[in-house]
T-cell receptor, first 114, second 108 residues
Framework: EAGVTQFPSHSVIEKGQTVTLRCDPI?????LYWYRRVMGKEIKFLLH????????ESGMPNNRFLAERTGGTYSTLKVQPAELEDSGVYFC????????????FGQGTRLTVV | RKEVEQDPGPFNVPEGATVAFNCTYS??????FFWYRQDCRKEPKLLMS???SGNEDGRFTAQLNRASQYISLLIRDSKLSDSATYLC?????????FGKGTSLLVTP
């Protein structure tokens, strides 16, 4: 069974550009989460989808970040315009039910803004 | 104050040693507790959940003290393959709160 897949694995963009990260959860997992780790800091929660609905987006840093999950399958996280402090590793996770005991993380997208 | 605090290490131990990691958390309403393992440039992977009664999985033993808001992980008979970063993780609401991780290096 395929795990959580994220694309791209790496992205280098210039400040002010737009980047879209994609996450494909494990098939059948209604819950999808986005996290990120900026250099030197701990992994931080961004938001949680249940199917196509945002359950909790309290961790989104500002309105330059937009997450969507149309159709309740894959999700995208768009950063527009990107700033230097957005550099980090963005992880996606999915689980079949709310809670993390059955959650799996993707390998992450390493974003570098220059 | 950080939600989850843990000693960053690094812990350098010889093969066969026993090593213990500790962690404290600030939100007394937290519901679930975990230890994750993260290898270099890889995703975090669930190592084990942590229960108040304490739980064991092979060489790994986890303990939770809700009164002290303290979590521990004990690794017995360390293997080279145990080298990784160990993340103390606390679930609050819909989110996981991660510690910064404790680095373990097991040497021959």
């Amino acid at each position: 069974e395929a795990g959580v897949t994220q694309f791209p694995s790496h992205s280098v963009i210039e400040k002010g550009q737009t980047v879209t990260l994609r996450c494909d959860p494990i098939s059948g997992h209604d819950n999808l989460y986005w996290y990120r780790r900026v250099m030197g800091k701990e992994i931080k929660f961004l938001l949680h989808f249940v199917k196509e609905s945002k359950q909790d987006e309290s961790g989104m840093p500002n309105n330059r970040f937009l997450a969507e999950r149309t159709g309740g399958t894959y999700s995208t996280l768009k950063v527009q315009p990107a700033e230097l402090e957005d550099s980090g590793v963005y992880f996606c996770a999915s689980s079949p039910r709310q809670g993390y005991t059955e959650a799996f993380f993707g390998q992450g997208t390493r974003l570098t803004v220059v | 104050r950080k939600e989850v605090e843990q000693d960053p290490g690094p812990f350098n131990v010889p093969e066969g040693a026993t090593v213990a990691f500790n962690c404290t958390y600030s939100n007394s309403a937290s519901q679930s507790f975990f230890w994750y393992r993260q290898d270099c440039r890889k995703e975090p992977k669930l190592l084990m959940s942590v229960y108040s009664s304490g739980n064991e999985d092979g060489r790994f033993t986890a303990q939770l003290n809700r009164a002290s808001q303290y979590i521990s992980l004990l690794i017995r008979d360390s293997k080279l393959s145990d080298s990784a970063t160990y993340l103390c993780v606390v679930e609050s609401g819909y989110a996981l709160n991660f510690g910064k991780g404790t680095s373990l290096l097991v040497t021959p």
